[in-house]
């Protein structure tokens, strides 16, 4: 989240969005074996908190854990290491005793991510050592996402435009969704597809039942078509007899039959 919004949490993992074989599994291991990972500089600032006790405790070693989160996003974004990747070379890391969830800061080739002992805290509570790990997994896919996705051309930025900004943060919670990092019953009719989050996100996941490989190359549109638009991207990947009118009035379907039975 390049701005901190909470996340409505209400039920623990449910595979069937998808999971990290689900991922592995449309690429080749062999394609890997050449990312150059970051360097980790993770930092505690809310030392003598509940959270951070909570958080050192279930995750002793989060270099370990944040690269290993950072291979499946970009397994999840890209098809190999010889991908148009960008590159990242440090990530700065903090847990912090702070309101909110989380931020990512910074841009290539430096990255900085905060991360609060507060929900933390608000998690352990919720639901013990489970929710802690489901919601600190989903959180950090999120963030991740911010620094290894690509971006829209010609449409402004992410402060001017929201088309740019749904792109952003839609994308970023379809790869947190893709990977199992949102309970399903977090996921409802209604909305548009430029709300961004979960709404543009669950949208975005579901486009992989017409195409597997529909979140690498949505992701890849931005340097294909230029100016960007989110109709010009279904196009472009899915054919020319799609729209994302007549898309996301499919998905609003399914979900309403689903919801029904």
């Not at 990242?88 to 609060?116: L, R």
Request: charged share 20%.
């Amino acid at each position: 989240m390049k701005k901190i919004i909470l996340f409505a949490i209400t039920a623990l993992l449910l595979t069937s969005c998808g999971s990290k074989s689900d991922v592995v599994s449309g690429t080749k291991k062999s394609a890997w074996k050449k990312f150059n990972y970051p360097q980790i500089n993770f930092v505690n600032k809310a030392d003598g908190t509940n959270g951070w006790e909570v958080y050192n405790r279930i995750i002793p070693n989060p270099d370990e854990y944040i690269q290993k989160n950072i291979l499946e996003v970009v397994q999840t974004l890209y098809w190999s290491s010889a991908d148009s990747i960008p590159n990242i070379q440090k990530i700065n890391y903090t847990i912090e005793d702070v309101d909110g969830i989380s931020a990512k800061g910074g841009g290539v080739p430096e990255i900085s991510i905060f991360y609060s002992s507060r929900w933390v805290e608000k998690s352990v509570k919720g639901g013990g050592d489970d929710k802690v790990l489901f919601e600190t997994r989903g959180v950090l896919l999120h963030e991740l996402t911010h620094g290894y996705q690509l971006e829209p051309q010609g449409v402004g930025n992410y402060g001017s435009n929201k088309t740019f900004w749904a792109f952003i943060e839609g994308m970023a919670d379809a790869v947190r969704a893709h990977n199992g990092g949102f309970p399903m019953t977090n996921r409802k009719p209604g909305g548009n597809w430029m709300d961004g989050y979960q709404t543009t996100g669950f949208f975005l996941q579901w486009l992989t039942t017409k195409d597997a490989d529909f979140l690498r190359k949505f992701n890849k549109s931005t340097l294909e078509v230029i100016p960007w638009s989110f109709d010009g991207a279904i196009k472009h990947v899915l054919g020319k007899e799609y729209s994302i009118d007549g898309l996301w009035n499919e998905y609003q379907s399914f979900l309403t039959s689903n919801k029904k039975s």
